[in-house]
């Protein structure tokens, strides 16, 4: 059967931004979904006006982590739930929640990155199995990055690197620890033909060495290159 429509509003003011990303989400799923200003006592009326099966009222969570020991990028953690209710009377159809983190140079990307993935999440929670077509892309694989890292700037540049290449769809960091990230990428292409792009494509910045793969995951060590000297005459 079809995905029903959603109406998604915020369930109170700090929530705005995790209904936004929501009625993002569910669209990416080719889901039929908008963004009420509605109240959520007024959003059941508002749905049911526009033809809109269900009402979904966001709650969010947010906590800014502080830097990342031994990185440059700063943390972020947050839940964002949807209470769920049904047109027109409002009857209750259930509750479903999200939990995200994300990595990100300033603290106000990492909690945009967060509600994003978490959105991501939440949506394909809401929307029965079978319900939607697959999405463009989905052909894609995933693709793990496991690199050993030491300088903090190396982090920034290697997802800048990732991000880069061609066959890259999009790059995310998933784990940082003191001396190791773990970035996940979509890519059309398979991890042994990444890891040489990885290296090539480094623009001078890397040093990308002791490159392995195993299945879809590419093992590499990652330095920042030293800047050249100039020597006065």
């Not at 027109?88 to 990155?113: K, M, N, T, Y």
């Not at 052909?139 to 880069?164: C, F, H, Q």
């Not at 090539?200 to 050249?228: H, K, M, Y």
Request: glycine letters at 8%; charged letters at 20%; a positive charge.
């Amino acid at each position: 059967s079809a995905a029903p429509a959603f109406l998604v509003v915020a369930g109170a003011p700090d929530a705005a931004e995790a209904a936004r990303a929501l009625a993002k989400a569910l669209v990416d799923l080719g889901v039929r979904a908008t963004l009420g200003a509605a109240t959520p006592a007024a959003a059941v009326p508002a749905a049911t006006s526009a033809g809109l099966a269900r009402v979904a009222v966001v709650s969010a969570e947010a906590t800014a982590e502080g830097t990342v020991r031994g990185t440059a990028l700063v943390s972020a953690a947050c839940k964002l739930s949807a209470h769920v209710l049904a047109t027109p009377i409002g009857s209750p159809v259930g509750d479903a929640a999200a939990d995200g983190r994300a990595f990100a140079a300033q603290d106000e990307l990492a909690a945009g990155d967060c509600r994003a993935r978490a959105a991501a999440e939440l949506a394909r929670r809401l929307v029965p199995a079978g319900a939607v077509a697959p999405a463009a892309g989905s052909d894609l694989r995933a693709v793990t990055v496991d690199a050993d890292v030491v300088e903090p700037a190396a982090v920034v540049a290697l997802l800048k690197t990732a991000r880069g290449v061609g066959a890259v769809s999009s790059a995310e960091l998933r784990r940082v620890t003191s001396g190791h990230v773990e970035l996940r990428l979509r890519t059309r292409g398979t991890a042994a033909a990444l890891a040489p792009a990885l290296a090539r494509d480094a623009g001078g910045a890397l040093d990308v060495t002791n490159v392995e793969v195993a299945g879809d995951v590419v093992r590499l060590r990652a330095r920042v290159r030293p800047a050249a000297t100039t020597v006065n005459p």
